[in-house]
């Protein structure tokens, strides 16, 4: 497959050959981990951030053996251990969700990209901010709506993910997700996962079996959720910088 992290990127603004080299150079080393797999955990000393580039995983604590919450899925292109920069050992434990290949690299390359690239910068800041609109979106789900509309608003937010890397988003789409997966996700139980997955599908919102899921109406899933697409739409490209800056030529 092609460089995710330079399509996400490209997302946000068309990229020159400069910046796509700096992005490219992050997915130099690659790890692969089967689905169940541990990739860190909650402890350990925090050296490497990893891209996801190819497949699912997820970032989660667990309050003891039983009880987990899962902060959030990881899919191709996305970032796993900005929110941890400030601190020296790993707050979370971070497991594949399917077979996963992901890209490590030190926390200093960030540094590095940010020195050489202003452009490069200020795009990884809208990715994080963006990753911060959808966290809040979370809370919002899992403290006012009912299990219906949580399950509901979750399908649309990553049929909208995955327009960030491919192009447009999807009305069908892998989804290997378990009901207790996205019952840690959302704060349900497995039942009401369940429950509200049967009530979708009787209603004519979506189709799913047990590996991909089938959006049908989008518009009556926007209204049942109140999911507010704005907190994913493309953002503006109208970037300006030096040519300079953009080039990496600044005091040369």
């Not at 069908?172 to 997700?177: A, G, I, R, S, V």
């Not at 209603?203 to 009556?220: G, M, W």
Request: aromatic share 12%.
């Amino acid at each position: 497959m092609g460089s995710c992290i330079i399509e996400k990127f490209g997302y946000y603004t068309d990229l020159n050959q400069y910046e796509k080299d700096i992005l490219a150079a992050f997915e130099d080393s690659k790890e692969s981990f089967k689905a169940g797999e541990n990739i860190s955990s909650k402890g350990d000393a925090f050296d490497n951030l990893y891209i996801i580039h190819e497949g699912w995983a997820y970032v989660s604590s667990n309050l003891d053996k039983k009880l987990r919450s899962i902060f959030d899925i990881r899919l191709n292109a996305d970032f796993v251990g900005a929110s941890e920069l400030s601190f020296r050992r790993r707050l979370y434990d971070f497991y594949a969700l399917t077979d996963v290949t992901v890209c490590p690299f030190p926390k200093h390359r960030l540094d590095d990209m940010f020195t050489a690239s202003p452009k490069l910068r200020d795009i990884f800041i809208m990715i994080m901010s963006r990753e911060k609109a959808i966290a809040n979106e979370r809370i919002m789900s899992i403290g006012r709506r009912t299990a219906v509309e949580r399950v509901a608003h979750f399908l649309l937010e990553v049929a909208l993910r995955f327009d960030m890397v491919g192009g447009k988003p999807k009305q069908t789409f892998d989804f290997p997700l378990t009901q207790e997966q996205v019952g840690d996700i959302l704060g349900l139980s497995p039942v009401h996962v369940s429950r509200a997955m049967t009530n979708l599908r009787e209603n004519a919102y979506i189709t799913y079996n047990r590996s991909t899921v089938t959006l049908l109406d989008e518009e009556r899933l926007l209204n049942l959720s109140g999911f507010n697409p704005t907190f994913l739409e493309k953002p503006r490209s109208d970037m300006n910088y030096d040519s300079d800056d953009v080039c990496g030529c600044s005091g040369n």
